[in-house]
């Protein structure tokens, strides 16, 4: 199928895809414990709909031990064709009143920018609106075995790598294709090649036997809290550079964020400077990160003039790819272990290793997408990095060892403020995403006739 029949294709369903992409973001399809279970089945049931209606006749729903049901199809190709295996999800993060919309998080509302707003419009049901796409424009007969999965809990606890490795035989394929990703600017192409891994622990620090009088006590005798936090500090230098000894490093060489836009998506209170030396690539992709993601002592409401006996700390570390997750998160205990004050006991407990992911860009598939990229956006693909972490790809990659992993999508990185307020996507990407995923199935197609 040639270039310019999908790319008018693409344009002439994209009213279709909006609707599509509307009717999806109106559900609150939220997985976290404590929301309501109702909306993220009516959201697999409705997506369940849509991908049998573009061709996936046997999409279904599949039996899990616990949580929300992944949906699984195949379509079968012409015989030889490569298989390739189509991922997005369709659950969301919570969209709370207190983090700021200006609108309704729950109805995708066209701004005068021209995107669309509203929660899980980029992550991920844009992605899944760019797959129903790429199969519309085959008319449900791609040239390629194509096979789906489409998770229900990738932003929570997710059980989909348990049912992978369960069953690793649903999941061989040449090429997987992971829509849950995008480009650093609209209209600038890249494929996301290299994830930061995660590791994370909780770390309490304590100084007294018990609560003690701020005025009788206070000076000689240290606060817990003050204690954590000095000892927080200690894991930045003044730069803001994370300084913890033995951690991985190194320099991003790719296609790279300016200060000003990455300043712009950040949204930094007035006054506040950007952390850390070296470009916004190296610190974002190819430096460690630490972050203080939640701290346990005394609520203000509750305080009084007593100094604190214990406080406790979780901290997540983003680890850079290539990098071992044990040893990583290793490093990090041994600091948090010997740079106590005042000679605080300090207890660490580990609670994550999630490990990194790198990209094999040297492959016939790698090449199809960098092509097919280029061919939709007019202008060639670069290579970025991401900062989130995906653990399910090393299960995917060992459940198959010999596919090859493309992962792009409509997320622009600029803009569309994914897990926050006033999240969008612009509907060029979502086009642009249609034509790049159609022509990658012909070109994979093309180089399998052709040996």
Not at 17 to 38: T, W
Not at 93 to 116: E, F, I, L, N
Not at 210 to 238: N, Y
């Amino acid at each position: 199928m040639e270039l310019q029949d999908i790319e008018k294709k693409a344009a002439a369903m994209m009213p279709s895809l909006i609707d599509q992409l509307e009717r999806l973001v109106a559900v609150p399809s939220v997985a976290f414990p404590g929301y309501p279970a109702e909306p993220v089945h009516e959201m697999a049931r409705t997506t369940l709909d849509l991908f049998r209606e573009a061709g996936f006749r046997d999409a279904r729903l599949m039996e899990v031990p616990s949580g929300y049901p992944p949906i699984y199809a195949e379509h079968p190709g012409p015989e030889g064709s490569p298989v390739v295996m189509l991922y997005a999800h369709y659950d969301v993060q919570p969209a709370p009143a207190d983090q700021g919309w200006t609108s309704d998080p729950w109805t995708a509302t066209r701004k005068d920018d021209g995107r669309v707003y509203g929660r899980g419009a980029a992550d991920d049901k844009g992605g899944l609106v760019a797959h129903l796409g790429t199969m519309r424009v085959f008319d449900g007969w791609p040239p390629c075995t194509v096979k789906l999965i489409l998770e229900g809990m990738e932003e929570t606890e997710s059980n989909l790598e348990a049912f992978v490795e369960a069953h690793p035989e649903l999941f061989q394929c040449d090429v997987f294709i992971v829509c849950d990703m995008g480009n650093l600017a609209v209209g600038e192409p890249v494929l996301t090649t290299a994830l930061r891994g995660d590791v994370a622990c909780v770390v309490t620090v304590r100084t007294l036997q018990h609560p003690l009088h701020s005025g009788v006590f206070g000076g000689p005798a240290p606060d817990a809290m003050m204690a954590l936090a000095r000892l927080l500090a200690t894991l930045h230098d003044d730069a803001g550079n994370v300084a913890v000894a033995g951690v991985s490093s190194g320099e991003w060489t790719g296609a790279d964020l300016s200060a000003a836009d990455f300043e712009a998506s950040a949204d930094l209170v007035e006054g506040v400077r950007l952390s850390g030396t070296g470009s916004i690539g190296t610190q974002l992709w190819s430096r460690p990160s630490v972050s203080a993601i939640g701290v346990d002592m005394t609520n203000i409401a509750g305080s009084s003039n007593v100094l604190v006996p214990e406080a406790r700390a979780k901290l997540s570390m983003r680890i850079v790819p290539g990098s071992d997750p044990v040893r990583e998160l290793d490093a990090l205990v041994a600091h948090l272990e010997s740079h106590a004050p005042y000679g605080a006991q300090v207890e660490v407990q580990r609670t994550k290793q999630a490990p990194p992911f790198r990209c094999a860009t040297d492959g016939p598939g790698y090449d199809a997408a960098r092509t097919a990229l280029a061919e939709a956006y007019g202008k060639p693909a670069a290579e970025a990095g991401s900062g989130g972490s995906i653990p399910l790809l090393r299960t995917l990659q060992q459940a198959c060892p010999g596919a090859e992993f493309i992962l792009w999508g409509p997320e622009d990185v600029a803009k569309s403020r994914i897990h926050a307020s006033d999240e969008s996507v612009d509907p060029s990407e979502i086009e642009k995403m249609v034509v790049a995923q159609s022509r990658l199935l012909v070109h994979l197609a093309a180089s399998a006739d052709a040996r």
